[in-house]
């Protein structure tokens, strides 16, 4: 119901109530006129009555009413409550009744009469009133013709004139939606500013959970450049229930960033300027994943220990100006930015079949499976920034889990928070400007981790970030 719709109803609401109630009232005075008018008819026959018997009533002698008296008397006598009599009434009272006189009947019918046509022109009041605003209700007034103009609320333009002092408005903050992911905008793509350059930010930060418990951070990350926007990235995240975690973390992101370095140089992409397929992409990956598993399977050997307490997930890139390619293993985050500016996650976490259980680099199945443990992608379309992250980042950077209230589950979006990477690549721009340096811009990026928002002031995890944006 509209707003402007509520007196209309009120009014006619209250306009039914009070014929409803006009209504009974005219009926009880109906009914209670018809029992007045009965009263006074049968009082007017028992009075005729009674001055008819008397006019009847034998004379008696003397000697009869002496007779007559003591009969009543003895009868009196032997009845032991007295009985009502009605006086006799005498002519001379008889006289003055006037039975030619028109009883209250009358009157009361002519009251009656006056009453109910008060009483219906009342009600006719009151419905052609609904009838009033149940036409304006409805939107257009019926009791006009069809064909007549309907009265317009606009002002003639001559009455429209402004306000001596006129009083402005404040404007409303605008609101800024988040981008969908999908489908892509039809608007032209981003151009980056011939002086953008690419810059790298990486660091880790150990989590509160193991400062508190004496546990060194299990988290890794490297990272290497080529000229013209390309470079390797990785990201390694020790699993806290492993000992040896944290070496195995280290090892794994050193070694790994090795092989793709040299897989980039060997096939001289950044030269070409191409991008492998996606088939060839997997076959390169499988080669040199296993290769760094044989050689962490060596360490733990030398080390006497089980390759599972070197326990770790991995995520690794190779990025360029026209695309990216991303291999991983277990869980993490990782996401890119588009020309559009839209950011996408560019890596599905791989889960265990428990809760909380991951699926390391150094897993049995993940070697005896690696066809669908080990996710490969080509991204073939020219990018603005990409991320990687450890789990310990990913609550405050990613859309992970979300309540689905139709099917009653939970569920992982694995979308990136459009407006927090939006408001670091405007903020690391505008320190840019201002004449930050290199080193401070990576110490803003550490104390981002460190502060930069509740959620990473108060995280228990390890937390390990790798952030490309051209500011």
Known sequence: MKQNQRPLIFGLFTLLLLSSMLIGLLLIRLSTTKQQATVPNQQAATTKQQATATKQQPIANSRSMTITQSILLATLEAIPAPIPTIAPISNSDLAKLDLAKPTPVLRAANNTKNDLITGFLWLSVLILGGYFLWSRWLGSLQLLPQDHPRPTQSRPKS???????????????????????????????????????????QDSVIGLSHTQHGLPCQDSSAHRALDNGWGVAVVADGLGSRKLSDRGSQFVVKHTCEKLFDLLHHYAWHKTNQLPTEQQWQGYVKAAFYDVYKELLQEAKVNDQSIHEYAC????????????????????????????????????????????????FTADQVWKNPQELIECRVIQEPICGFVLMSDGCEKHTFQCSQFDQANERWHDPNQPHQQFFDRLQQLFREQKQKGCKAEELKKMFKDILLRGTTGFANESDDKTMILGLWI
């Open 313 to 360: 997930t991995l995520i690794s890139v190779i990025y360029s100006p026209i695309g990216i390619l991303v291999a991983h293993v277990g869980d993490g985050r990782a996401g890119y930015s588009d020309r559009y500016g839209q950011w996408h996650s560019m890596i599905t976490p791989h889960k265990g079949e428990e809760a909380n259980e991951v699926m390391p």
């Open 159 to 201: 009455l429209a004139t402004p306000p001596i002092n006129p009083v402005q408005p404040k404007p409303s903050p605008a609101i800024v939606p988040m981008p969908a992911s999908s489908p892509r905008p039809t608007a032209e793509p981003r151009r980056r500013n011939a002086n953008y350059q690419l810059h790298i930010f």
